[in-house]
């Protein structure tokens, strides 16, 4: 009798568990059908953009290209920003421009962001100086571009070294920062080359999709508990930017699309920043574009790539 009771209670526990997954499962997917329909409106509501004025912006990579635009861009709306390069006389040239535009302060410190330790003792020194950093770009990177087999080890440790590496010490650096304030934002630079993989850029692509991986980790452990809501995240990916890097561009459609303007992919990213968007692409169509192709089979996704072209050939 007793056995009895035991799998009479066994199999009543099974059908409980059964019946409170399939209501679980329930809610979930009626929030899943919601959030589709929230998602679908706002695609028609203009978006509401943050003030950022009050903000203290540290970008790294500002001696040139898309991080010069993001300080410029970023000083015209009125945040204290902090330009960080390796080449103090390209970075003095970004703050001199920031500075003539007569809006907020702009402040240039070199920096070898792969060096940890170096990192960390100017987050110290930056919140002596000027203050807790609440915003953190992390846009620094380089690409090599030609054949896997011909890139060195030296050039792989180095991309590694400056599109990964100085992410997670940048981040290790401030984030308390931001943990202090209860309130920050931070942008990661990945690439359309984080989201799909092409010739010529092996280790390139693998050191975004790393970005990328980073990214949705941290999100992770900052979604919930006591900073939801509160320390935010964007990842950017652009399409092939005219900033030098892209040595020799393959372009199929280049009316359709062609070379960015830094300039432009700046204000991108400072309005993903300002309306707290996870990831974008620039321009905004890839990510459907990526996002439907992941579902098709994996030769359906390979033969529409090929039809929209695009890629690097070999600098070497």
Not at 47 to 68: A, F, N, Q
Not at 127 to 140: A, D, F
Not at 160 to 185: C, D, R, Y
Request: hydrophobic share 40%.
């Amino acid at each position: 009798m007793e056995n009895d009771n035991t799998s009479d209670i066994a199999v009543m526990k099974r059908i409980f568990d059964i019946v409170q997954h399939t209501l679980e499962f329930l809610i979930v997917f009626i929030r899943i059908i919601l959030e589709l329909c929230i998602s679908l409106v706002q695609l028609f509501i203009p978006k509401k953009l943050k003030d950022v004025s009050k903000e203290i912006v540290l970008i790294t990579g500002t001696g040139h290209g898309i991080g010069r635009e993001l300080a410029l861009h970023y000083t015209v709306l009125g945040s204290t920003v902090i330009c960080i390069d390796i080449n103090e006389k390209n970075n003095e040239v970004t703050v001199k421009k920031a500075k003539r535009l007569n809006a907020g302060s702009v402040y240039s410190y070199t920096c070898d962001v792969t060096d940890r330790n170096a990192v960390l003792q100017l987050a110290d020194r930056i919140k002596n100086e000027i203050g807790l950093v609440s915003v953190l770009v992390n846009n620094v990177g380089i690409m090599p571009t030609h054949p896997f087999e011909q890139q060195t080890a030296d050039e792989i440790r180095q991309v590694f070294e400056i599109n990964v590496f100085s992410q997670f010490w940048t981040l290790q650096a401030f984030l308390p920062h931001m943990k202090q304030q209860n309130h920050g934002h931070i942008t990661a630079m990945s690439s359309i080359a984080g989201l799909v993989g092409n010739a010529n850029v092996v280790p390139y692509c693998a050191s975004k999709f790393a970005v990328r991986g980073l990214m949705e980790a941290l999100h992770e452990e900052t979604r919930t508990g006591p900073y939801k809501n509160k320390i935010t995240g964007s990842v950017i990916y652009p399409y092939m930017t005219n900033t030098g890097l892209c040595k020799k561009p393959i372009i199929k459609f280049p009316s359709v699309l062609g070379l960015l303007d830094p300039k432009v992919v700046a204000e991108h990213i400072v309005e993903a920043h300002r309306a707290n968007i996870r990831e974008v692409t620039i321009p905004s169509s890839l990510l459907y574009i990526n996002n439907w192709c992941r579902v098709l089979p994996v030769n359906c996704a390979l033969l529409l790539k090929d039809f929209i072209g695009g890629g690097l050939g070999s600098d070497l």
